[in-house]
Each structure stands twice: as C-alpha cells, then as structure tokens.
C-alpha cells in the first residue's frame, strides 16, 4: 500500500549504468508518441473547458475549440457563482462530506478495531455483514432506501443524505480497516493492558495513532468516494425546495440539463471549471498522497 | 483482566451496525418484500404476488438494459486494462534501463487526473465535448466542410460513447495501479532475462504479466463495479434518459426511471431482486474461477 508507493519510487530513482540497453530503441520512439497523445486525450476536454468558460455563445458556436477567447471576462463565472448558484452547491458539498467523512471514519474505525481485535460470539456474522455490502451495487435497493429515508422523516435534509453517505462507506472502510488493524503488533497493546489502561485509551491513544497511514489513505477514498457520489443526493436531495440543498454535481448536472433549453453555454462551463479547479489545485498539493490513498486499497 | 469489554464492544459495535442495518441491510431486505407489491413509491401498497416478475420478462426495455450492461461489463474492463497495461509498461519498463521514459512523473499525474472528478461532471463535460453541432469539441475540431456527427443522438454511436467516457476516466488510476504493481518486481529479473536475449516484448508476457496476476485480478472486480452502474453517465449525457430509442438503456437507469419517474417503485424493486440474483451467481462464478487469491486478496 503506502509502502509499495514508496519502494516503487526507490527503483525508479535508483540510479541505473547506462548499459546495452543504449543501443536502440524504438520503442522509445512509440512510447513518447502514444504517452503523449494519451496525456493529450486526458487534458484536452478539461483545457477546451476553461477556454470555453471565457467566451460567449458566438464564440463557442464557431468551432475553434482551441482558440482563444476574444476576451478574458470573469462575469460568466459571477453568473455561475451566485445566479446558477454554484456557490451555494459548492458549500453544501463541502459541508455534507466533511460531517459524513469525519463520522465514516469514526464509526469505521471503531467498528473494524472490535472486529479485528476482540473475540466475542458473532464477531465474524458481523464482519461479513459489513462486507457483503461490496458486493452489491448502491442502485439496486433505491426504491426501498428512499422508501426508508422518507419513513424516517430525512427526505431532502442533510442529516439524511450524511447518515446514508456514512452507511454507504462502512463497508470498504470496515474492510479495510480490520486488514488494516489486524497487521498492527499486540506487544505495545499489550503492554498498555499491563500499565492498567482501559479499552477505550488504549483505542484512542495507542491503535488511533499507530494506524495513521491507513486511517490516511481510507479517508483520503471516502472524501473523493462522497464528493464525486451522484445517485445517492438524486434520490434523496428531492421534492419542493430541495434545490437549496443540492450538492456540486447534482446542480451542475441540472444546469447541464437546462442550458440546452437557455443555451447558456458559458455559464455552463464556468461552472465546470468552478469545480474542477479546485480538485486540481488539491492534487497538484497532495498528489502522492492521494495516488497511495486510493489506490491502497486495490494492491494490500 | 478482560473488565468491561463486552460493554465496550457493544458500546463501539451499536452506531456503526444500527447505520448499517437500517440503511443499507435495512433497503435489501425491503426491496425483497415490495417486489412483490404494487407499491407506487408513496403511501401503502397492496402484494400481488409475482406479478412484477411475469413484467419483467416480458419487458422489451429490460432485456435491451440487460444486454447493454453486459456489453460494458465485458468491454470496459478488457480496454481499459489493455490501455492501462500498455502505458504502465511504456511508463516503467520501457525507458527503465535508461532511467524512466522522460516525463514518465507528468505523464503518471496527468493520467490520474480525472479519477479525481466526479463522474456526474465528466459526463457533463462529455455531453458537450460530444455536441451534435460545431459547439461540441470533436465536431468543432472537425474541417469546415465535414457533417457534424451526431455521437450521443445516433443510436448506433451513444452507447459507444459513452463506453469511451467511462474508459477515459479509468484508465490513469489503473496505469497508477499497474506502475505499483511493476515496481515491485525484482529488477534482477528482468535483467537476467535481458542477459538471456529476451525482448521487451517477451519480458512483458513472460514476466511482467504473470507476476502482475493479483493485481489484474483486483483490476478486474473493480472495473466491473464501474461498469455495472454507469448511471450518471446515461442519466446526463444520454438523450433522453436511455436514448436515443434506448439505445444507451442500462439497468440502473431502469431502477431509477421506474421508481422515481412511472411510479412503479414495486417494480423496481423486482429488478432489483433479479439484480441481486444475478450479481451472487457472477460474483461466486467469480470466486470459483479466481478462487486462489480473490478472496483473500
């Protein structure tokens, strides 16, 4: 996982004798050319919608996609901010994963670390309970979780959307966290049960800081897994007045849908960019951090 | 010595389990109860026996879905593997002895980057760059002279793209995957080999490849996940939500259509039973054939 990242990194810097393989190479020849048209593919939708985001409707119907705007005007994104309110959507998202990440991460935690650790009857029921939840797409049961969101009274409240997001999360993160846990030395736990202390410090002061890494790279996935969810605000964010609650994809999907009635293309893609830009600037910090958080849980 | 740990389990076990009973043990089992309801979504509902099911036989649409969703269950894992293997390969081993193909840093954080955006606003984003007139970034970049193609509108090309969206956004976070993969496999092999005469042809299917198993493997689950939903995808940049004519139908869109939209949130569920049915049966055909190490992995 975080290790293999590392020790990834140490061969690739290894400095290596230049050696036979001087010689040729076409390969080489085909490796830039097709890296370079993938990296291409990859960052030419996001650059077109930047660009577009600066024009206006003529512009953008003119088919130059590349070309640049005639001028650099920031309205469009005033527009997408307050009036096709971006801002509010933006806010909402932020909010909405932060509380449903922190109590993921919490309930998670607390859950693997008494399955993986604590003998008791039921405790494997337990964990294959949570895990069974892998195994079925989130989309199956929306009839009925809808159903149970709205008996319960969370229809179109934030309460309702974090709880689902936080049931919806336990069961990679309980996954995860029980490997995680398992691997952790008993000696130290041990120890701390001699000096007295009681279950509950020995969680909170000895297991929460030794798991660092993977406690890391598990809340790393479920801040990307909530903030890209879609599905989930769509059945639950519903009804008269659900617009104010809306989180970032669902409003930007919206606009999308109605743009193509006002054809307000511009505001569009300032919406767009409003939503990328941050995301870039989160990864251009943390970029290996994040590429260790998500992909740990794939190579344990 | 063990003082008070039964009150403790309890006490850390309670939150998270009753979370997860309610929503999402909670929502399976309903949807077992209400597949055999008429039950429109609001207010009561009254059982009518398997009704939903003799439907959903004879529904034309749900077959179509059905199809679809194998389409890209099989198609998106095997190009997006494909794609991602022959990168990583270029990435790590192809420049390795010279000391990593230049740029191979960039190349591996651009790559990854849409992994990072929501998929609702990749599709949103593709709506357009597949736009049906000169607004669109394809048929723009298209000479003067050419018809715009119709991509999303022609019901022979939407399904297709949108397998191209789906493997655009995956491909980066599989090249990261692999490179993990390659990196940890012993230098000293490859260099044996090499001394034995072999090509980087050869070193790939008869090394790199087999050591990578596990890896692929794991891939391999993960991108049928991803395949099997694609809702966001169909639900934005199709038109019509599923068409043009259904041609872009997949299964989760029927849920969400006939639970939120026609009021038949019974039938839905029946789907949704059949769903359940069908994903067990594939994941243990799964677990048999790779029995090895998925379920340890």
Request: glycine share 8%.
């Amino acid at each position: 996982m975080t290790n293999l990242a590392v020790k990834q990194s140490a061969v690739v810097t290894k400095p290596k004798p230049a050696d036979r393989s001087r010689k040729i190479n076409p390969l080489n020849g085909v490796a830039h050319v097709s890296l370079f048209l993938w990296a291409l593919a990859t960052a030419g939708p996001l650059i077109w919608v930047v660009l577009a985001s600066f024009k206006n409707n003529t512009e953008i119907f003119l088919g130059k996609p590349f070309a640049l705007p005639e001028s650099f005007s920031f309205k469009t994104y005033a527009d997408a901010w307050s009036e096709a309110h971006i801002g509010q959507y933006f806010l909402n998202s932020v909010f909405v994963v932060a509380v449903s990440t922190a109590g993921t991460m919490l309930l998670g935690s607390m859950a693997a670390y008494v399955l993986a650790r604590y003998k008791f009857p039921g405790n494997r029921a337990i964990y294959y309970l949570f895990v069974s939840g892998l195994a079925f797409p989130t989309f199956m049961a929306l009839a009925p979780l809808f159903g149970i969101v709205q008996s319960l009274g969370l229809l179109n409240t934030f309460t309702g959307l974090i709880l689902v997001y936080i049931a919806y999360s336990l069961s990679f993160t309980v996954f995860f966290l029980v490997a995680f846990f398992k691997t952790l030395p008993h000696e130290i736990d041990e120890a701390a049960l001699v000096d007295g202390a009681g279950h509950l410090r020995r969680f909170f002061q000895i297991m929460m800081p030794m798991a660092k890494s993977g406690l890391i790279s598990i809340t790393i996935f479920n801040i990307v897994g909530q903030w890209n969810q879609y599905l989930l605000p769509v059945v639950i964010m519903q009804g008269a007045g659900a617009d104010s609650k809306w989180v970032l994809t669902q409003g930007i999907a919206n606009i999308s849908t109605s743009a193509g009635y006002h054809a307000e293309w511009s505001t569009l893609f300032a919406a767009l960019t409003l939503s990328i830009l941050p995301m870039i600037v989160v990864y251009a910090i943390f970029q290996r951090q994040i590429q260790a958080g998500l992909t740990a849980g794939a190579v344990k | 010595m063990r003082h008070g740990k039964y009150p403790f389990i309890i006490g850390f076990l309670v939150v998270p389990l009753a979370l997860y009973l309610v929503f999402v043990v909670g929502a399976y089992v309903q949807m077992f109860q209400l597949s055999l309801t008429d039950w429109s979504g609001y207010g009561g509902f009254t059982y009518i026996g398997l009704e939903n099911f003799q439907k959903l036989w004879d529904d034309p649409v749900f077959w179509i879905a059905l199809r679809h969703n194998v389409y890209l269950l099989i198609a998106m894992p095997i190009i997006t593997i494909a794609m991602a293997l022959f990168f990583a390969f270029l990435l790590n081993s192809g420049g390795r002895k010279a000391g990593g193909v230049w740029g191979s840093k960039v190349y591996r954080v651009i790559f990854f980057f849409p992994q990072l955006l929501a998929l609702a606003i990749v599709a949103v984003i593709f709506g357009r760059v597949f736009g049906s007139d000169k607004s669109g970034m394809i048929n723009g970049l298209l000479p003067e002279s050419w018809t715009p193609w119709l991509f999303l509108a022609d019901e022979q090309w939407a399904l297709t793209c949108i397998l191209v969206v789906l493997v655009w956004q995956a491909v980066g976070f599989y090249v990261v995957l692999f490179s993990a993969g390659m990196g940890s496999i012993a230098e000293e092999i490859y260099e044996a080999a090499a001394l034995d005469g072999a090509t980087k042809v050869t070193l790939f299917f008869k090394i790199t490849l087999p050591l990578l198993w596990d890896t692929l493997q794991v891939a391999w689950v993960y991108l049928g996940i991803a395949a099997f939903d694609a809702f966001a995808l169909v639900n934005i940049m199709s038109v019509n939500h599923g068409g043009p004519d259904n041609s872009t139908q997949v299964l989760s869109m029927q849920i969400y259509l006939n639970a939120f939209q026609n009021s038949q949130a019974g039938y839905a569920s029946a789907l949704g039973v059949v769903l359940f049915f069908l994903t067990l049966t594939f994941a243990a055909l799964t677990l048999r054939v790779t029995r090895r190490d998925a379920v340890q992995a």
